[in-house]
């Protein structure tokens, strides 16, 4: 790559999209190292093409972490995104901020009113190119555009949210607004039918600047280091080991892959580097640490009425579709797998929702077990509520496997490990089946299948979700931001404590863990991460 680069971004995902689209707005020289492959791809750009990539390896990482006792002792799966645009490239699109309060948390541990909930609404109001138009929380004329939450992806939409007020869940028009509690339909990441990942709306227009170079295939195997200064960067390309330098080195590569890259490195827990044979250039105990996801379980039933496994189960219904999609850009490809969703509180008393549920018209108990597996419709009617804990109190870390750059990491999820986090889930189960026995949703199921009416007691229900319960892919907080030294790794400006020259902007650099899904919040960080950065 010629030339001189200010800024080097290893990682073209929801956070370095943003960051690189910034910083280029801003004059700096970036090049940024991305180590999939295109983003030019058709199921990456079809909304429903999600199914096609959740277990696709080009463009996919593909993690597993390690046996977890807290889902009796279950391998769980965690797909990370492996192409331009990252995770924003192969998610299902929904646009959650997360509630005010998180912002509140945030600039708390970080000390920092940059990352304030005022802060917080300022920048995604100027991110935002909402169809729902511009007001006091909502922005408009961003370069993200987002789909309207006023289009319903499908007919049961309608009873869903009416059976959610029934069990005493009012409607939200908005959960990016001044409330979030609520049922409703989620805002999305869709622009003309085609998903608008990070990539697509941010590092495409900023490489037509001329001011951004993006090497993809680019597997950046450690950050070169001069004594505590860091000086560019050593990755593998096209059988090569090469070099890359710049001003100033920003890892983006996401809650996984930064610190793993960082412990490759030298620059992590000390005793765990020397055991696996790397020089120690910085003993910082706290990479790796305080890994925090969000924890799911869908309950799934049976219908009597026809859902979207009807039309995209069949071959016919799949040639349909894909007629009215290709001819259109509309029909059900064209939309999320969540058609709705919303969030509650499990006790009233608190102050702030802390479950987030999913509405899905369509099911898929049943999986291909083919090499390429995919997400495969039921042969049958059926449609999924799930939900997913919004402030888990377990935590968990990741580890070098090898010193081998190539070899995943061991990820240590230690799910419900926690008595709250295990009380709170079995209260939101409860309300899952509280929504599917009010009308009209009662009047539409046929019956219960998983898990299924024989699991009643508060026992049987525990076991269940340890059973099925898996991540909702939002792993954060591993090379966490904060003021306190002893249980952080970065300063409010994104800087890493003891290395010049270095700094983290990816959700791994998360303060706390978003209430809500986590595409949003990682962009946020880009964008005040740029001002942050330009600020130095």
Known sequence: ????????????????????????????????????????????????????????????????????????????????????????????????????????????????????????????????????????????????????????????????????????????????????????????????????????????????????????????????????????VEYQWRGKTLQARAGEVILAGGAINTPQLLMLSGIGPGAMLAGQGIEVALDQPNIGQHLNDHQGINYTYRMNVLTMNDILRPWWGKMLVGMQYLLTGKGPLSVSINHGGGFFKTDPALDRPNMQLYFQA?????????????????????????????????????????????????????????????????????FIRRIAAQTPMADLIAEELRPGPQIATDEALIDDFRTRSGTVFHPSCTVRMGSDPATSVLDADLRLRGIENLRVCDASAFPTLIGGNTNAPAMLMGWIGAERILAH
């Open 1 to 232: 790559m010629d030339g001189t680069f200010d800024y080097l971004i290893v990682g073209s995902g929801s956070a370095g999209s943003v960051l690189a689209s910034r910083l280029a707005e801003a004059g700096k020289r970036v090049l940024v190292l991305e180590a999939g492959g295109t983003d030019r791809r058709f199921f990456v750009h079809m909304p429903l093409g999600y199914g096609k990539l959740f277990y696709d390896k080009a463009v996919n990482w593909a993690y597993k972490t390690e046996p977890d006792p807290g889902l009796n002792g279950a391998q769980d799966y965690w797909p990370r995104g492996k192409v331009l645009g990252g995770s924003s490239s192969i998610n299902a699109m929904v646009w959650i901020r997360g509630h005010d309060s998180d912002y509140d948390d945030w600039q708390q541990v970080s000390g920092s009113s940059h990352w304030g909930a005022e802060a917080a609404r300022a920048a995604y109001r100027a991110i935002e190119d909402n169809a729902d138009g511009a007001d006091a929380y909502r922005g408009q004329g961003g370069p993200l555009h987002i789909r309207s939450g006023q289009e319903p992806a499908h007919p049961l939409v309608k009873p869903y949210i009416a059976a959610c007020e029934a069990a005493g869940l009012p409607y939200n028009p908005d959960f990016n607004g001044p409330v979030q509690e609520g049922s409703g339909i989620y805002q999305l990441t869709i622009k003309g039918g085609r998903r608008n990942s990070a990539a697509r709306a941010f590092l495409r227009p900023a490489m037509k600047t001329g001011r951004v170079a993006v090497r993809t295939r680019a597997m950046v195997t450690r950050v070169l280091l001069e004594g505590r200064r860091a000086v560019g």
């Open 362 to 430: 369509f099911s898929t108990l049943i999986p291909r077990a083919d090499e390429r597996p995919i997400l495969s419709p039921d042969p049958f009617p059926g449609l999924s509520i799930g939900l997913s804990n919004c402030r888990p109190t377990s935590r968990g870390h990741l580890e070098l496997a090898s010193p081998d750059p190539f070899a995943a990491p061991r990820i240590f999820a230690n799910a419900f490990s926690t008595n709250q986090d295990v009380d709170e889930m079995l209260a939101a189960v409860k």
